[in-house]
C-alpha cells in the first residue's frame, strides 16, 4: 500500500496549454527516489495521411470520476507516492501535449509501471473523444473506421 491517498493527486481536464511542470512538481516529494512522465502529443500523421490538428471532447464529470478511479486503482495496485494526470480538451495544434502524466515512487520500478497502466486505462476507459483533421475530412478516432484512401479497392463484407 502507498504511504498517500489519492486526494494528494492532482487531475486535471483543461483547454489551455498542459503546464507539465507544475505537475511534475507536484507529485515530487523528498522520499521519492523516482518520478516517470508521460507526454501525449500531437503528431503530424496518422494512418498514412496529413494530420492538421485534433480536437478532444469529453464527458467531464464521467471524465474526472473514471480518472479519480484510475488513480485509486494505482495506488492499490502500485508502490507510489502521486499521481497527477491532465488532458487537454477543444483544439491542440501539431506539437501540442494532449495529456501528461507523471508518477512518484520511492523506486523507479513502480513509477514506471503505475505510469503506464494510468495511460494504457484512461485510453481503454475515460470518456474523452479525439477527432483528427486531414486535408480531405475528419474523423472521430478509436471507434470509427478511417476511411481508405479515394483510389483503394472497396472490402466486400464477409458472408454471414
Excluded: N
Excluded at 1 to 28: C, G, N, W, Y
Excluded at 91 to 101: D, H, N
Excluded at 102 to 120: G, L, Q, T, Y
Excluded at 129 to 152: N, R, S, T
Aim: proline share 6%; net charge negative; aromatic share 8%.
Amino acid at each position: 500500500m502507498s504511504k498517500t491517498q489519492p486526494t494528494d493527486d492532482l487531475f486535471q481536464l483543461i483547454r489551455e496549454p498542459i503546464d507539465r511542470a507544475t505537475l511534475v512538481a507536484h507529485v515530487r516529494a523528498a522520499s521519492d527516489g523516482a518520478l516517470v512522465t508521460f507526454d501525449g502529443c500531437v503528431r503530424d500523421q496518422s494512418h498514412g495521411r496529413r494530420t492538421l490538428y485534433l480536437d478532444y471532447e469529453a464527458y467531464e464529470s464521467m471524465a474526472l470520476t473514471k480518472i479519480r478511479e484510475i488513480a485509486t486503482a494505482i495506488h492499490e495496485k502500485f508502490q507510489i507516492d502521486r499521481v497527477a494526470i491532465a488532458h487537454r480538451l477543444g483544439r491542440l495544434e501539431i506539437g501540442e501535449t494532449s495529456v501528461f502524466i507523471a508518477v512518484s515512487a520511492p523506486h523507479r520500478p513502480a513509477a514506471f509501471d503505475a505510469c503506464r497502466f494510468a495511460i494504457d486505462t484512461l485510453k481503454r476507459t475515460v470518456p474523452i473523444w479525439k477527432k483528427e483533421y486531414f486535408e480531405d475530412g475528419a474523423v472521430w478516432a478509436d471507434g470509427e473506421l478511417h476511411p481508405a484512401p479515394p483510389d483503394a479497392p472497396i472490402a466486400k463484407p464477409a458472408s454471414q
